[in-house]
């Protein structure tokens, strides 16, 4: 009896564990998102990252 009823109540347990991980990632990527934005941003005001420099050293040679 105790066996039908777990796996009677398995798919819905494995269900709410998915639905808990899927919950938790979207979350993640939400934060990552804002994370890389802001990281974005930050790195077009900078005038001595490497990052901003290659661009535009790059931009410069394009419009000669």
Known sequence: MVSFLKNLL???QRLVEQ?????DLKREVHTLRLQN???RSGMRRC???DY???????QD???T
């Open 10 to 12: 398995a798919p819905r």
């Open 19 to 23: 639905e808990r991980e899927l919950r």
């Open 37 to 39: 934005e802001s990281m």
């Open 47 to 49: 005038v001595t990252c």
């Open 52 to 58: 901003r420099i290659d661009f535009k050293r790059r």
């Open 61 to 63: 040679a394009s419009d």
